[in-house]
């Protein structure tokens, strides 16, 4: 007996709770049966099948089994139990998907583990495709070779630094210069371009004590290129990043154009292009961070920059900073984790409004993570705080360098156990959950789109778009 008819009963295939009663005992078992499954209660399992073994192979809403259910949440016992009993691995739910899908999906490689030992020629298409679609998210191209080792090659830096070849990035409190000339940019293409210098029109800049210099790194290379320049024997082509805190609009020798600084985050900064976007998230940060940790930060004492701009060194001699890893020494980033919740019966999601949103805009929670705190915590803290519903499964998917001034976001999807929501009233002042149709015509621009998403350069739009390019119900 397969696809018993439990809709009927409103089963929720993860809370496993009952919305009205059931209609006929033979239901009520397999409501209990699965809901045991979704929970872990593996004694309660293997008692139900000791009485009722037809329970074994039966599918609920949408095609889940107790297999696939105990699998979603990584319940290893109750995926033990369901085993040992000869369990059929290779039904698929609704969406086409076998348990060992949704485990692999989820994570949980200890359950995945035993499902493709008892199954091994098993064919997880669906999986590799979700995997190899996991979005490039806007700031993360590295479209330089960084080059670490070059940052104590003092030699090598400065003859860099003096080279025609070179390119120089500039900075004003942080804001890079652009430029929007039609000449510069493709059909196309984006809005603005970085204006790159050479030595010539910064040199005195360079010279001006307030000015901080960065080498971030040197043009990717397919083959070694002949020699450019005389003296210039590997022929790589630097890039440094500049900032000053005084307008050098006066210093710069260029030759008309029509530049200017593109205050961060939007929309100045989404209109580079995706290459100069990565160049940016990796100067802007650095810079950001020369600009806040100017003093040593164990003693107080004067700072001397080193490696190329990666490293600020206490001059003060006998400072604790000298010994050990220190990391008030190098760049610092701020782990944020950031993340779509999906309710538990698999079909909408779970989007917040932060006081400080223009009108009918709803994104992803996300939040800091704490010292002492792993991403799976984070997500369920910060979610309970923000929006008050509990959450169960984490499953990362990709991250962002977000260079305001210096954080990583770590996107995620989060299954809920709870859906009842009641938001903090502070920091989010409502959240609601949306239909995956009402996500789809918020991405499609329908006509009257329930709400507005963030643009597409922000990592919580493509958690939402990866969700919809899922199939239901995981
Ligand atoms: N790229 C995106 O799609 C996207 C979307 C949402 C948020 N974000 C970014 O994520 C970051 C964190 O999100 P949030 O504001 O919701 O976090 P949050 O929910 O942790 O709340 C922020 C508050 O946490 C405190 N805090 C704790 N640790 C902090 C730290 N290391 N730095 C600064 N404040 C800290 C501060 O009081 C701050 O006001 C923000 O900077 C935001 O710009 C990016
Ligand atoms: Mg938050
Ligand atoms: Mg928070
Ligand atoms: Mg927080
Ligand atoms: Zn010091």
Not at 125 to 134: C, I, S
Not at 354 to 376: D, M, N, Q, R, V
Request: overall charge negative.
């Amino acid at each position: 007996m397969r696809d018993l008819p439990v809709h009927t009963l409103g089963y929720d295939s993860c809370v496993g709770t009952m919305t009205s009663v059931a209609t006929s005992p033979k239901e009520q078992i397999l409501v209990r049966f699965l809901d045991g499954a979704s929970r872990g209660d593996g004694a309660l399992v293997s008692s139900m099948l000791l009485q009722a073994g037809f329970l074994l192979n039966v599918s609920g809403d949408d095609g889940w089994t107790a297999l696939m259910l105990a699998a979603r949440s990584g319940h290893s016992e109750v995926v033990k139990v369901l085993l040992s009993k000869g369990c059929d691995t290779s039904l698929v739910n609704k969406s086409g998907q076998t348990a060992y899908d949704i485990a692999r999906f989820w994570g949980h490689k200890h359950v995945a583990g035993l499902l493709s030992n008892s199954k091994p020629g098993d064919d997880h298409q669906f999986l590799d495709k979700v995997e190899a679609e996991a979005p490039e998210n806007f700031f993360s191209r590295e479209s330089l070779d960084r080059r670490c080792e070059r940052r104590t090659d003092g030699k090598w830096l400065e003859a860099k630094r003096r080279s025609p070849d070179s390119v120089y990035i500039l900075f004003f409190n942080l804001n890079p210069l652009v430029t929007s000339e039609a000449e510069e940019l493709g059909v196309g293409g984006p809005d603005i371009k970085l204006r790159r210098l050479r030595v010539q029109s910064v040199q005195d800049l360079l010279a001006k004590p307030g000015t901080t210099l960065v080498f971030l790194g040197v043009e990717k290379q397919v083959s070694p290129p002949p020699p450019s320049s005389p003296g210039d024997e590997d022929g790589l082509t630097v890039w440094f990043a500049l900032n000053t805190d005084e307008d050098p609009t006066e210093h710069l020798k260029l030759s008309g154009s029509s530049c200017f600084f593109v205050k961060p985050p939007m929309p100045g900064l989404f209109a580079l292009s995706e290459e100069e976007a990565g160049v940016i998230a990796q100067a802007r940060s650095v810079l950001a961070w020369h600009s806040r940790y100017s003093f040593c930060p164990t003693c107080g004492s004067k700072t001397r920059v080193d490696e190329g701009g990666y490293k600020r060194t206490c001059m003060k001699e006998d400072c604790p900073s000298h010994h050990g890893v220190h990391n008030t020494c190098y760049p610092r980033v701020d782990p944020v984790v950031i993340m779509l919740v999906i309710h538990p019966g698999g079909n909408q999601c779970l989007l917040g409004r932060k006081k400080t949103f223009p009108p009918g805009i709803f994104s992803c929670l996300a939040g800091f993570i704490e010292p002492g705190e792993g991403i799976e915590d984070a997500v369920r803290r910060e979610v309970e705080e923000e929006s008050g519903i509990k959450v169960g499964p984490v499953r990362y998917i990709s991250s962002q360098p977000w260079p305001m001034p210096s954080s990583l976001m770590i996107g995620c999807l989060a299954v809920a156990v709870s859906t009842e929501i009641k938001v903090d009233g502070n920091e989010i002042e409502e959240a609601r959950w949306f239909t995956r149709q009402q996500v789809i015509d918020v991405l499609r621009r329908g006509s009257e789109p329930a709400f507005v998403l963030p643009p597409r350069q922000a990592i919580a739009h493509q958690l939402v778009k990866h969700w919809i390019g899922m199939n239901a119900n995981l």
